[in-house]
């Protein structure tokens, strides 16, 4: 990808976080509640009408919608998304506390994810229609086929309850309690990253290169791992990069079924309590974290596949 190209794509980004700032503001603006009355029992106090009345006018609550829009957008360019109302505490605070726990959950989850599905995708592909093939396509048909969680329930269930190996509460800090948050999300990415693996790897198998190379007696090992791997990768690549986002945004339910401290359960205690800040905050990160990735996946394409480079 040239610069020109990354450059236009950079402008993209921009011009859609503004547009998504402006619904996001726009929602929460019409939303039911008062942020002014949320700030004021966030303290365990009922506030007075007069008090509320005050607060609205300090914070400018009061004003019209654009100018609300362009005081809340011109500080968010410099970083500022405000005060949770619920919390107390600045907004981008909030968020980087909770990314690092969130960071290394989405790490260990795709490790685990494709040190499962790469090999299960290839041997099912190089044994297609023997009974492993079949095994494994049953199998990841059941993985994708269960939700998140109930598979979370069920190994918290065995794990924690009847075998008492795990911590039931997740704190984010140590390597135990992330494993059974992250098993939860490698079950469905695995079997459905096994099925894109076999389907790539077919899909090469059957192009006339590797019947040419076989006809040349160039061994099947060889042919698999330096030919028909590496063109495979780029759906592999592009798949990632979706999963990657989403799981940095935070996976809600994972996270709120092991009490882990991550970004998914952040913006559900933000819904719940009607933080507009916070939630305001937390979909322009997801928002952003969506746009960066699919721009790296694109730039990706030219150093895993030279084609790509050569077509641009």
């Known amino acids: 990808m040239s610069t020109k190209k990354i450059l236009s794509r950079i402008l993209q980004i921009v011009i859609v976080l503004i547009g998504i700032s402006f619904l996001t503001f726009l929602l929460t603006y019409l939303a039911p509640g008062d942020p002014a009355q949320i700030m004021l029992t966030s303290s365990g106090v009922m506030p007075t009408p007069s008090e509320v009345a005050a607060l609205r006018e300090t914070m400018g609550f009061n004003d019209p919608f654009f100018v609300q829009y362009f005081r809340w957008l011109g500080n968010a360019l410099h970083g500022d998304f405000g005060v949770s109302f619920s919390l107390n505490k600045p907004v981008v605070d909030l968020l980087l ?70 911590p039931v509460i997740c704190s984010g800090g140590d390597f135990k309690s992330m494993i059974l948050p992250a098993v939860t999300l490698a079950v469905a990415m695995s079997a459905k990253y ?25 061994k099947e090992r060889k042919i698999l791992w330096r030919n028909v791997f590496p063109n495979s990768l780029l759906p592999l690549i592009t798949m990632l990069g979706l999963s990657v986002g989403s799981l940095l945004g935070g996976t809600a339910v994972v996270e709120v079924i092991f009490s882990y401290p991550g970004l998914g359960s952040l913006a559900v205690s933000a819904i719940t309590s009607n933080d507009y800040n916070l939630i305001q905050g937390y979909v322009l990160w997801i928002a952003l974290i969506y746009m960066v990735i699919n721009l790296l996946v694109d730039i990706s394409y030219n150093f895993v596949d030279p084609r790509m480079r050569l077509s641009r």
């Not at 044994?127 to 994708?144: A, P």
Request: proline share 3%; aromatic share 8%.
């Open 194 to 218: 096994t099925r894109q693996v076999r389907t790539a790897i077919l899909e090469e198998l059957s192009q006339d290169y590797v019947i040419g190379a076989r006809a040349r007696g160039v």
């Open 97 to 166: 506390a909770r990314l690092w726990p969130t960071l290394k959950l989405t790490i260990f989850s795709m490790i685990l994810m494709l040190v499962v599905s790469v090999p299960l995708g290839m041997v099912s592909a190089v044994k297609k229609d023997s009974w492993i093939d079949n095994l494994v396509r049953g199998v990841t048909f059941l993985g994708v086929s269960l939700p998140n969680f109930w598979v979370g329930l069920l190994l918290m269930l065995l794990f924690c309850v009847k075998l008492k190996l795990l």
